[in-house]
Structure formats: C-alpha cells, structure tokens
C-alpha cells in the first residue's frame, strides 16, 4: 500500500504549535504521518506523540513511517474520541493539538476507496471502511433527505434536480459506482455551468460529509482537544472548505469570549473571562511556493488558538 500524502501547510503548523520538546502534542489526523514526523522530530526523548486516525489504511502508513521514534504512539481511533484515548493513556493534558480536516491523497486517488468522480470505483466514501456507505446513502434515503444533504453539506444549488435524477436513476437500477453517480450529476446541471469546474465537487462533498459523519465528530473533536490543552497550549486547524472553517472560526471565537453581560450593564457580573486568544487573526494560507508544488493546498486554512489559564463555571 503507498499511502502518498503531502502534508499542507507543514512548515507553518510547526512554527505555530510553538513546540517543546518536553511536551505532549496530539495529532488528531495521522495520515501518512508527514505531520506527525515533522512534529516528533522537534520532540526530546522526554517528548511524547499520539497519532490517530479512524482510516486503518492511514494507521498502518502512519505506523510505518513514525516507527524510527520511541516516543511516538499511532491509534485507530476517532479523533472526536480524544478524551477517552487521553484517559486510557494517563494523559492528564497535552501541549499541542494539531488536526488536518482534509482528504488524503490517497484516499481521493485511491479508486477503491471510492471518494473520487474522475474514475468509476464502487461507491463507497468510509473513512473507517465500516458503516453506512455513499451508495447505501444514495439508494435509500428519500429525495427530500438527498437534497437536503447535498444543499446543506455541498452548497449545491442544483439540489433538488440532482436529488430527482437519482431518484429517477435507482428505479431503474440502483447507483452503486462513481461513476453512475458522476454522470447523473453532471447531466443535472445545465451545460453552460459544466465548462468552469467539475460539476461533481459539491455532491461528492456533501455525501463524503454524511457518510463519515464529519461535522459531529468536528464539533465533539474541537471541544475535546481545546479542553485537553494545557494553559498556553496551542490547538492548529487545518480547514479546506468553507462550511468546516466556519465552525472551527466560531468555535475559535467563542474560546475568546469574555464577558458576556448585556451592553447596558454599567460593569461585569457574569465573570466571564476568555479562555484562549487567537494567535494569528487571520487564518494563514499557502504561499506561492507551496501552491506551485501542491495543488491541494489552494483551499487550505490553518487558524490556531492559544489557551489561557482561566476555566470559566
């Protein structure tokens, strides 16, 4: 198996996570491990690393490439399960949290794994090869549920026209290819919108989204690696589409609330103090150098928090 990734956005996740070397750092997203190597190389043998990942193919990458550190640890694991891996392993809290929201390289040109619409692959979309898949999702759900998740979680405004034509399509024969799926989307948008972008991205993002359940296992993640994070411990995350990066920009900003009495109270009385503080106001994008040799890193997002020492009630 090559599990080929190329890790975005590398040299600033290290600049900004700020590591010591005696620290604990958490790398909620192994993949092939291109972080997590970077981030074991800046530790001392009193340093420690977790590494997880709910893909089995990307454990098993991960293992082998960070198999030369005694002080690194790679999981099967979801990263919204954070807090128990944490209570497992006698972490009490941890320096850094990194967490890479993106598709692998592997998984998208991997036509097995079934994520792509440029080839035809069984519909598949699991990251962790197990439960519900696309093609389950597509063959069963109503039309009024398809269009819903392809709207709400693809930003498709050609929704309900997709989600017909599905419909129409499985009568006939269920859809249980890429490909199948690739074709009724694409003769669902009218022609003149096909020619400036693959009409497919937004349907296939959406059902990769539902199948995986991404935005709970987000929200559950966030919370648990912010908790996790010792004072002036630092959370990075990397976003690729706008919907994620508007729940990690808010979650953020929420971290960095402090009082919130109505506007007309002459002083505080909630005693609310923030509990982190951006480190960077706007999120950090890919230069042209990196743009130039990877092309996946154009939509990319890193936004990191910095902890402070105050637990509000």
């Known amino acids: ?13 290290i600049r900004e996570l700020n590591i ?5 750092y958490i790398d909620c997203t192994a993949g092939g491990g291109g972080h997590s190597s970077a981030i074991a190389a800046k530790l001392s043998q009193k340093g420690r690393l977790i590494a997880l990942d709910r893909d089995p193919d990307a454990v098993r990458a991960a293992s082998e490439k960070l198999a030369v550190y005694d002080n690194v640890q790679v999981i099967h694991r979801n990263y919204s399960e954070l807090d128990s891996v944490l209570s497992e392993l006698g972490i009490a809290e941890t320096d850094g949290v990194l967490m890479d929201l993106g598709v692998s390289s592997y998984q998208l040109d991997e036509e097995s794994r079934g994520f792509s619409y440029h080839g035809d692959a069984r519909l598949d979309m699991r990251m962790s090869r197990a439960g519900l898949s696309a093609a389950d999702i597509v063959n069963t759900y109503s039309e009024q549920q398809l269009a819903n998740i392809i709207f709400e979680f693809g930003e498709e405004k050609f929704s309900r ?5 599905i419909v129409r399509t499985r009568e006939i024969n269920p859809v249980l290819t890429t490909g ?3 074709d009724i989307v694409r003769e669902s948008i009218p022609q003149k919108l096909r020619r400036d972008k693959n009409p497919c991205k937004k349907t296939f993002q959406a059902l990769r ?3 995986n359940s991404e935005f709970d296992h987000l929200y559950a993640g966030l919370d648990k690696a912010f908790a996790s994070l010792k004072p002036n411990g630092r959370l990075a995350v990397i976003t690729f589409h706008s919907l994620e990066d508007r729940i990690v920009k808010k979650k953020f900003a929420e ?4 009082c919130v009495c109505p506007p007309d109270f002459p002083q ?3 005693g609310r ?4 503080s951006l480190v960077n106001r706007k999120p950090i994008e890919a230069d042209q150098n990196e743009l130039e040799c990877n092309n996946r890193s154009r939509s990319a997002k890193l936004r990191v928090i910095e902890r402070s020492g105050y637990v509000n009630g």
């Open 1 to 13: 198996m090559n599990f080929r990734h190329i890790p975005v956005l590398l040299d600033q996740c």
């Open 20 to 24: 010591n070397p005696d620290g604990v």
């Open 161 to 165: 026209r997709i989600a017909s034509n």
């Open 180 to 182: 199948q799926l690739a």
């Open 209 to 211: 989204i539902a199948v």
């Open 255 to 258: 971290w960095c609330r402090g």
């Open 268 to 270: 505080c009385v909630c």
């Open 273 to 276: 103090k923030p509990q982190g």
